[in-house]
């Protein structure tokens, strides 16, 4: 965020030890140093808060998704529906293709026989 570099704390510092004198420089640095540590520990607390509320926020979003979509009981009721269908068809093509071979072998069946009572007499 801010970029001070070696010279500009040295200016600073110079410029500190001037105006405040040698004597009250080291209470006057730590009182600075705390009130850096308490505004920087303060940030990361608000940063914090901010996380937690924007994962609550997300969490929240996801569940409302969640709960829109069909439940379990629904998605199982549609495949069951579906696997019936598909068992219908599966029958009734196979009832079908017995009926064919079935009409397929009494038409050999009656061919055969007329062709063998010739051969007979």
Do not use: C, Y
């Not at 996380?51 to 569940?63: P, S, T, V």
């Not at 019936?84 to 050999?108: F, G, H, L, P």
């Amino acid at each position: 965020m801010f970029d001070v570099g070696f010279f500009e704390l040295l200016l600073i510092s110079v410029v500190a030890l001037l105006v405040i004198g040698p004597e009250r420089l080291p209470k006057v640095a730590r009182t600075a140093g705390l009130w850096i540590g308490r505004g920087r520990k303060m940030l990361s607390s608000v940063k914090m808060d901010i996380e937690k509320e924007l994962k609550a926020e997300e969490l929240k979003r996801i569940l409302e998704e969640q709960t829109g979509s069909a439940s379990v009981h629904e998605i199982l009721d549609d495949t069951k529906a579906a696997l019936n269908d598909i068992k219908n068809e599966t029958e009734s093509v196979v009832n079908q293709a017995s009926d064919t071979v079935r009409v397929s072998d009494e038409s050999k069946a009656e061919t055969a026989s007329e062709h063998s009572t010739p051969d007979n007499k």
